[in-house]
């Protein structure tokens, strides 16, 4: 029950990452009919919209103690970050919350990217071949992770969570289980409730606002909203703008459990896709609902008894999942009739 | 007879075959010493001589070749005699004056591995076809590391294997023209089995997270062994991939397994990961079979406990070296990296230097660059002022036998550099074994012509 219960949680998590970025790819193919493979791109564009913030406020001076010698002879270089110069003990603060504040930076610079990729390249495809489409924006995504990586370097830059969210939570403890059974660190429960916050967010915003009501007629029947004198191209560009600040709060919240380097969007790229097409083309409740069940059979394949019966099973249980879905239901779990279909 | 009977003796024969010999230019190559003309591959003949550096200055294990990149440019630096001579004085063996390599000055090429076997294999070619490498040295990823070495024995070309762990360098991928001066992950075993079981008692049971590739194999294979002679339980040995970033999912069957010494057979940035994931979880905290649960990385480099933080500290593994060694060698070498890069060396960077120094050495010695003659002058070679203490580069399998240091991270650091301490000196003698121990056969010594 334990092992089951960690799982789960584990699933959730990693499901949560997926589901963030699926719903903004789902988000673009469903308003502009747009393949967009550059998408993995903007999840790490956040990621690093988290590391520049951190390197901006870290930004250290050095100053030479000439009364100590480094191992090699040298004056012992005393390095302080400008941040704790300029604001004394708020700026350890700072320091210390960078990751969460960062959210603050990212949703303006991800808006800015999202529409700016939008109106400056994709909208010049929207009536080529779904090839083209996905060809043009695959080579933006190289393109971007190159400028991130002669910015940033190759490197992964580890983004150190908040000291007092470091430990782990008893869960099981809390569920009248045997306490210190299920512990599972407190920053993947942040994030598996800060992508279902997101989610939530995305779907009220879609359902509850008029915006998004015309969004999803426009969705539904773009020529009729266009002819009743709606400017839906300007709302679908603000979408793509929207997708763009998902997948970058995604990047963003992800920097403390693995560190970003600039092939992070390409590594989730590939599974996003996977849970896209699982969960249906175009169905937004599908990419959520397929994201964490994903998420949640990759965890459990990975777990030793199910590794012993089938070795290997934790590296292809998302594919084969998929090779199931289109052979017995093609259109997706939750896919629609006559989306990216002849 | 026939000769004989036309009215040849003995004696003119000798006297015409030796005219012959003498006018048609081959005494002068049979009396001279490295007399081996251009037969072997990439042999220089200009006024200077070029080695081929490949590391990885991208992939899992980055961090690592960076610091390699930065010793070996410092290594060329003092077999061309600039900078402070690092090692030079050092060394026991007295034939590299700071003047190249037997007069030429050294030039290098470098490249990215990507810590994958294939584009490593692809750089260390091209440097041979296209760059003419008399030598190809590099690597921090055993699997890197016995493809190129087994490209160098193809095409005839010296292999000075940079950072790599596993048993099958030396065991059965060995070459004969591949040498490693690094330890192995036996030596591991060996070194770290009393002290863990000194520390946390001979009553355990253990539970392996895996690279999964000939290092991570070898290594578990290793640590289980020396960790089961003394009494250890393996509960479970579990494979992951290389540069997996989130080992979450390998580490929440842990929890509840009945373990109580989780073993990560990891290393640079997966070390990182899975360790710093691992104290996330809660492990260190945890209570099992009522012993404090415990974490152990058996290949442990000061770069990864750097980027470990924390989560670094009391743990225990196994090192090559470290700079806070305090003999005159180590000290030297620390010094001289010190001051041109501004921080210490790590300990990728002193067996890269150490070996590109060995090079040079060994063809000093041999007096030619001709790779049969320089394999020799390397086999079987005992020296010392390296930092290693005394150390012989066994004849059987080009291991380099030496002390290993048991090493554990430190509880409070002084400086960010100051993350591990040593706490045990494992001697040569008990870090020796048969080589005969692991298969594989070294090969011909017959130079190949770089194909």
Avoid at chain 1, 8 to 34: E, H, M, P, Q, R
Avoid at chain 1, 129 to 142: K, N, R, S, Y
Avoid at chain 2, 89 to 102: D, E, M
Avoid at chain 2, 304 to 332: F, P, V
Wanted: charge should be negative.
């Amino acid at each position: 029950m334990e092992t089951i219960l960690a799982q789960l949680l584990n699933g959730l998590d990693k499901g949560g990452a997926y589901a963030l970025i699926a719903l903004g790819l789902t988000l673009v193919f469903g308003t502009l009919g747009v393949v967009n493979f550059a998408h993995g791109a903007l999840f790490m564009l956040g990621a690093f919209c988290a590391v520049a913030f951190r390197q901006f406020i870290t930004y250290e001076t050095v100053t030479l103690d000439p009364t100590k010698l480094s191992p090699w002879g040298a004056p012992l270089e005393i390095k302080t970050p400008m941040a704790q110069i300029w604001f004394g003990d708020f700026g350890a603060v700072l320091i210390n919350w960078s990751v969460p504040i960062s959210i603050l930076l990212a949703i303006p610079v991800m808006l800015v990217i999202g529409i700016a990729m939008e109106r400056g390249l994709i909208k010049h495809f929207y009536k080529r071949a779904h090839m083209d489409q996905i060809l043009v924006t695959f080579g933006l995504a190289i393109v971007l992770q190159e400028v991130v990586k002669a910015i940033f370097g190759a490197n992964p830059i580890s983004q150190p969570m908040p000291v007092e969210l470091r430990g782990s939570a008893d869960i099981g403890a809390m569920l009248g289980l045997t306490p210190g059974m299920v512990t599972y660190p407190i920053w993947r429960l942040i994030y598996f409730l800060f992508s279902a916050s997101i989610i939530g967010a995305v779907f009220a915003f879609l359902r509850l606002t008029t915006f998004g009501m015309v969004v999803r007629a426009g969705m539904a029947d773009r020529e009729t909203v266009g002819i009743l004198g709606i400017n839906i191209d300007r709302r679908f560009t603000i979408m793509f703008g929207l997708a763009a600040v998902v997948a970058g709060l995604a990047g963003v919240m992800y920097t403390p459990l693995v560190p970003p380097n600039y092939h992070l969007g390409m590594d989730f790229l590939v599974l996003s896709f996977v849970v896209v097409v699982v969960g249906g083309m175009g169905s937004l409740p599908g990419a959520v609902a397929a994201g964490f069940l994903l998420g949640i059979l990759q965890s459990f394949a990975s777990m030793t008894e199910i590794k012993a019966i089938i070795p290997g099973i934790d590296q292809i249980i998302i594919y084969l999942v998929a090779v199931v879905i289109l052979l017995v239901r093609p259109r997706g779990l939750l896919g629609r009739r006559g989306v990216m279909e002849t | 007879m026939t000769l004989l009977k036309r009215g040849l003796t003995r004696r003119r024969v000798l006297q015409t075959g030796m005219a012959g010999i003498i006018g048609s230019g081959v005494a002068p190559l049979m009396f001279t010493k490295g007399a081996w003309a251009q037969e072997f591959c990439n042999n220089p003949t200009g006024d200077t001589v070029t080695l081929g550096f490949v590391m990885p200055l991208t992939g899992a294990y980055a961090d690592e070749g960076a610091d390699q990149q930065r010793a070996f440019l410092l290594a060329v630096e003092h077999l061309n005699g600039e900078g402070d001579g690092g090692l030079l004085p050092t060394f026991s063996s007295k034939v590299l004056k700071g003047n190249g390599i037997l007069g030429k000055k050294v030039a290098y090429v470098t490249g990215d591995d990507q810590t994958k076997s294939d584009a490593g294999r692809d750089a260390a070619r091209r440097m041979i076809e296209r760059d003419g490498a008399i030598m190809i040295s590099g690597a921090s990823s055993s699997g890197v590391a016995i493809a190129e070495q087994a490209l160098c024995q193809e095409m005839g070309v010296i292999y000075m294997a940079g950072l790599t762990h596993s048993n099958d360098t030396t065991g059965k991928d060995k070459k004969r023209y591949g040498f490693r001066h690094f330890f192995n992950a036996y030596q591991s075993g060996t070194a770290i089995a009393p002290v863990l079981g000194e520390a946390y008692g001979k009553d355990r049971r253990a539970y392996h997270l895996t690279s999964d590739y000939t290092w991570g194999w070898t290594q578990e294979e290793s640590i289980k062994n020396a960790t089961e002679a003394m009494g250890w339980e393996t509960v479970a040995a579990v494979r992951t991939p290389v540069g997996a970033g989130d080992f979450s999912q390998y580490i929440t069957p842990v929890l509840n397994s009945g373990a109580d010494v989780l073993i990560l057979n990891h290393y640079g940035f997966d070390g990182v990961n899975s360790l710093t994931q691992a104290v996330q979880f809660g492990l260190r905290d945890r209570q099992a079979n009522g012993k404090d649960f415990q974490i152990v990385l058996p290949l442990v480099s000061d770069l990864m406990a750097q980027g470990a933080g924390e989560a670094i500290k009391g743990i225990y593994g196994t090192a090559n070296w470290d700079w806070q060694l305090d003999d005159a060698a180590s000290g030297a070498f620390t010094r001289s990296f010190g001051a041109k890069y501004g921080q210490p060396p790590s300990q990728i960077a002193q067996t890269s230097y150490v070996q590109a120094l060995l090079y040079a050495d060994a063809v000093e010695r041999a007096g030619t660059f001709y790779p049969p003659e320089v394999i020799k002058a390397l086999e079987g070679f005992e020296f010392d002022g390296m930092g290693n203490g005394p150390t012989l580069y066994r004849a059987e399998d080009h291991q380099c036998l030496k002390e290993v240091l048991v090493v554990q991270g430190r509880e409070n650091p002084s400086t960010t550099f100051d993350v591990l301490q040593t706490v045990q000196k494992v001697g040569r003698d008990v870090a020796d074994y048969d080589a005969s121990i692991f298969e594989g056969e070294l090969g011909p010594y017959d130079a190949a012509l770089c194909a």
